[in-house]
């Protein structure tokens, strides 16, 4: 064998060797662009009450820790006052009527709930950073977190903009809202959908035009958070104000 | 007769132990891959399938309003004209699946601070929603005494300036004015009901109305907040930057 042949004979195996990996992935995407329903979820701020039944009843339904600080939805409280100043806290129902007509010493611009979850990015920077794929995008488009398989390194909860993961305090794995992804797979709303008593959240299908979702993005002005870091989130706000981050 | 023995022998010996180093190599490799990856993995993606599974098979809490009206069919047709009819049943009953399969208690909230987890006047909470101050709204009465919570629509029907000006009676009602009352303000005409817009109820002109309370020598209780009334914004109007029917007091 002379060096031309061997040259040739490498090239060739290496382009069959590319180009039959290239065949076999062929019918694993089309199965990912099977008619399978996107899910997303909007949100009317303007229809947010701040009652924290939502809070409640994710941490019900998904066995979230009884503890602040761990939550797969939360409601933020945004409060702009004359000066300029924006105030955001987050709603604990935990501790005594936390928004209790309460005497403050600057005068209020305007004030308003903003309820916070998982954006489930079609972009998702927690999935990208997963060293070893427990963390995924579900033929849904929903980012689950395999509990069986991840090691708690933290990376995906550092890589969220949003902050919408956290370590679960005694499971050592990261942890986020699924959608009630047990519940959406039959057919029901999820939890916190279920339980808004002003129908703030709006859940459905976005490939259908006839779900309330479609609808809800037909009638109100969208804005998602944080479109500049190009996550694509699938979690649609009407009526945002411009200083919600 | 080319035999695959032939073949290997011709091969020089550094090149065979090479080759067999490299062919060991990538079979640990392989080995390896199938000790360590799970079978289901990568099927749909880069994951396990049976975490899909596993997800998808996580027990139910809440039951969804439907199983409800399988059995509760004449609270349903109650809360469907009223009011709450966007309220699913486990937004107050908290949730209901053990219920509905035949085991387990459902909340029945009876205390006012479940009201109020909606109904509390909040600065944020959205203009119209309807809402009470707790301190001034029946205070020792539970909520379920006036309002059912299937049908809260109040049994008082509104009377005098609320029937038609509702917004801004159920403002100044959670205002520091809510115990005054309209005509403190405004002199209404007798006919103003029967003829609204040609007899027409005062506003004050002057500020004399608000200095009978708020003024430094007012003989009024000191909760009520007081001022110097010469020398406080000369040349302005008390309305035009306290608003009395606002909640904040302006």
């Known amino acids: ?245 | 007769m080319v035999t695959p023995l032939k073949i290997w022998k011709k091969i020089p010996e550094q090149y065979r132990r090479l080759g067999i180093l490299i062919i060991g190599g990538f079979l640990t490799v392989i080995f390896l891959r199938e000790q360590f990856i799970p079978s289901d993995f990568g099927e749909l993606g880069h994951y396990r399938t049976s975490a899909l599974v596993n997800e998808k098979n996580k027990p139910l809490v809440y039951a969804g309003r439907e199983k409800c009206e399988e059995c509760h069919e004449e609270e349903v047709s109650k809360i469907e004209n009223s009011y709450h009819k966007l309220l699913s049943c486990e937004t107050c009953h908290g949730p209901g699946l053990k219920h509905a399969e035949g085991e387990g208690e459902i909340i029945i909230p009876r205390k006012r601070e479940e009201c109020l987890k909606c109904h509390e006047y909040i600065v944020s909470r959205p203009t119209g929603f309807p809402q009470v101050d707790p301190y001034l709204h029946n205070p020792p009465k539970q909520c379920t005494e006036c309002h059912n919570p299937h049908d809260p629509t109040p049994p008082h029907p509104p009377t005098d300036c609320q029937v038609c000006h509702r917004t801004i009676s159920s403002m100044k009602s959670i205002s520091p004015h809510a115990s005054l009352e309209c005509t403190v303000c405004h002199k209404t005409p007798s006919h103003h009901k029967f003829d609204p817009r040609s007899q027409r109820p005062t506003k004050p002109t002057n500020t004399d109305v608000c200095e009978r309370c708020h003024s430094e020598t007012a003989k009024t209780p000191d909760y009520i907040p007081k001022i110097e009334v010469d020398s406080h914004s000369e040349g302005y109007l008390c309305w035009e930057c306290h608003y009395p029917h606002s909640p904040e007091g302006g």
């Open chain 1, 1 to 245: 064998m002379n060096r031309r042949n061997f040259i040739r004979d490498t090239f060739g195996l290496a382009v069959l060797f590319l180009s039959g990996k290239e065949v076999l992935a062929l019918p694993r995407m089309s199965k990912e662009n099977d008619r399978s329903p996107r899910y997303g979820m909007g949100i009317y701020i303007k229809r947010c009450v701040g009652c924290g039944k939502c809070v409640e009843a994710c941490k019900l339904e998904n066995n979230v820790p009884k503890y602040p600080f761990f939550y797969r939805t939360w409601v933020e409280r945004y409060t702009i006052y004359k000066d300029g100043e924006v105030e955001v806290e987050t709603l604990d129902r935990s501790t005594k009527s936390p928004y209790s007509v309460e005497k403050r010493e600057k005068q209020i611009l305007r004030s308003f709930f903003v309820p916070k979850l998982c954006n489930q990015c079609d972009n998702p920077p927690c999935v990208q950073v997963c060293p070893v794929g427990a963390t995924f995008k579900s033929p849904e488009g929903v980012i689950l977190v395999d509990p069986d398989y991840c090691i708690g390194c933290r990376y995906c909860i550092q890589a969220c903009p949003y902050g919408a993961r956290y370590l679960h305090p005694e499971k050592r794995v990261a942890d986020k809202c699924t959608f009630c992804y047990h519940r959406i797979t039959k057919g029901l709303k999820p939890a916190c959908v279920e339980v808004c008593p002003t129908h703030a959240r709006v859940f459905g299908d976005l490939t259908k035009r006839s779900s309330p979702l479609v609808r809800f993005m037909r009638m109100n002005e969208i804005h998602v958070l944080k479109p500049g870091m190009n996550t694509e989130p699938k979690v649609f706000y009407a009526n945002l104000d411009g200083e919600v981050r």
